[in-house]
């Protein structure tokens, strides 16, 4: 082992021996902080959660809405081309007839 | 089970924690009061570890703290609770290290009288330090590895201050083994390099 790394072992000993006061209980104040912190994200959790639930059924009411105006217009969408719209479009092709 | 978690957490005869974490996750107060008594030394003793210089420890203490009452829900119970904690403890720390971009190189200036002891004791005597010396040494051993990046230091502080295995630094952090001897051997490298550099500057 070379000297350097010696006196590094050395150095770690003793920093790893220094005493170590940790109080027992937290400070009132920080208590006190760190409760209303987690509360305040507590009820901002909660607030998402009731939108995202508002938001997931308006998607459903959505989708169930547009199911139902499909069923309705099927017939109208699915109808033949009814023969006033060729008569209304003869004169545009006739115009230009050389 | 862990030095870290072994020293500093309260028995468990004291609180009832499952019952403890079931009630917090109600959101019920007065057991999250108790638990925050409860992981207190735990947590605190980590930040003192691994917090950054300029970090005030009440701070990161508080933020560790609300993560980890926040994310309580996500505690399977596969593990300790207090294996759990001190994770988000070391992470945040490594976070908040990482997010302190300078790394000063050290100066003899920058040293204090009884950390210029140390150093000169180190550099004339092959024994061990002095009890008394044992402050200053932890305070050059922090000067030194602020000179690191902060897994290094991370790691340093782990293994050789806080005495911790390798197979115990893996279930801290979750890096693998190879990956920790590795890391740890340069960051030894780069440490040791910076006390020769302050015990030439001693000499001349």
Redesign the interface.
């Given at each position: 082992m070379s000297d350097?790394?010696?006196?590094?072992n050395?150095?770690?000993?003793?920093?790893?021996?220094?005493?170590?006061e940790?109080?027992?209980?937290?400070?009132h104040a920080?208590?006190q902080?760190?409760?209303a912190?987690?509360?305040n994200?507590?009820e901002a959790?909660e607030e998402w959660f009731t939108h995202l639930s508002l938001y997931r059924r308006a998607l459903v009411a959505a989708f169930a809405l547009a199911l139902v105006a499909l069923a309705v217009y099927f017939p109208v969408l699915t109808q033949e081309r009814a023969d006033d719209v060729e008569i209304i479009n003869t004169p545009v092709s006739l115009t230009f007839l050389p | 089970m862990n030095v870290l978690v072994r020293e500093?957490s309260l028995p468990d005869e004291v609180l009832n924690v499952p019952d403890c974490v079931a009630r917090v996750r109600r959101?019920d107060?007065d057991a999250?009061?108790s638990l925050?008594?409860h992981l207190?030394?735990l947590v605190?003793?980590v930040v003192?570890g691994h917090r950054p210089r300029r970090m005030c420890e009440?701070d990161l203490?508080?933020t560790i703290?609300?993560k980890v009452?926040?994310k309580l829900n996500q505690y399977s119970g596969a593990v300790p609770l207090e294996h759990w904690v001190s994770r988000i403890a070391v992470n945040t720390c490594l976070n908040a290290l990482q997010a302190e971009k300078i790394r000063p190189e050290l100066r003899w200036a920058d040293l204090t009288e009884q950390e210029e002891h140390?150093i000169q004791t180190?550099?004339t005597t092959?024994g061990?330090?002095e009890?008394g010396?044992?402050?200053a040494?932890?305070d050059?051993?922090d000067k030194l590895l602020d000179c690191l990046k902060p897994n290094d230091r991370l790691l340093v502080n782990l293994l050789?201050?806080?005495?911790h295995s390798v197979e115990e630094v893996k279930q801290i952090t979750g890096w693998n083994i190879s990956m920790i001897k590795v890391r740890a051997f340069r960051a030894?490298n780069r440490?040791?390099k910076h006390?020769?550099t302050l015990?030439k500057e001693t000499t001349t």
């Amino acid at each position: 082992m070379s000297d350097s790394e010696h006196d590094l072992n050395r150095l770690f000993q003793s920093a790893a021996e220094a005493p170590q006061e940790l109080p027992g209980v937290p400070s009132h104040a920080l208590e006190q902080r760190i409760l209303a912190r987690w509360r305040n994200r507590a009820e901002a959790a909660e607030e998402w959660f009731t939108h995202l639930s508002l938001y997931r059924r308006a998607l459903v009411a959505a989708f169930a809405l547009a199911l139902v105006a499909l069923a309705v217009y099927f017939p109208v969408l699915t109808q033949e081309r009814a023969d006033d719209v060729e008569i209304i479009n003869t004169p545009v092709s006739l115009t230009f007839l050389p | 089970m862990n030095v870290l978690v072994r020293e500093a957490s309260l028995p468990d005869e004291v609180l009832n924690v499952p019952d403890c974490v079931a009630r917090v996750r109600r959101g019920d107060e007065d057991a999250a009061r108790s638990l925050l008594t409860h992981l207190f030394p735990l947590v605190l003793s980590v930040v003192r570890g691994h917090r950054p210089r300029r970090m005030c420890e009440e701070d990161l203490t508080q933020t560790i703290f609300v993560k980890v009452f926040t994310k309580l829900n996500q505690y399977s119970g596969a593990v300790p609770l207090e294996h759990w904690v001190s994770r988000i403890a070391v992470n945040t720390c490594l976070n908040a290290l990482q997010a302190e971009k300078i790394r000063p190189e050290l100066r003899w200036a920058d040293l204090t009288e009884q950390e210029e002891h140390v150093i000169q004791t180190l550099d004339t005597t092959a024994g061990e330090l002095e009890p008394g010396q044992s402050l200053a040494a932890r305070d050059l051993t922090d000067k030194l590895l602020d000179c690191l990046k902060p897994n290094d230091r991370l790691l340093v502080n782990l293994l050789h201050i806080e005495g911790h295995s390798v197979e115990e630094v893996k279930q801290i952090t979750g890096w693998n083994i190879s990956m920790i001897k590795v890391r740890a051997f340069r960051a030894r490298n780069r440490m040791r390099k910076h006390m020769e550099t302050l015990m030439k500057e001693t000499t001349t």
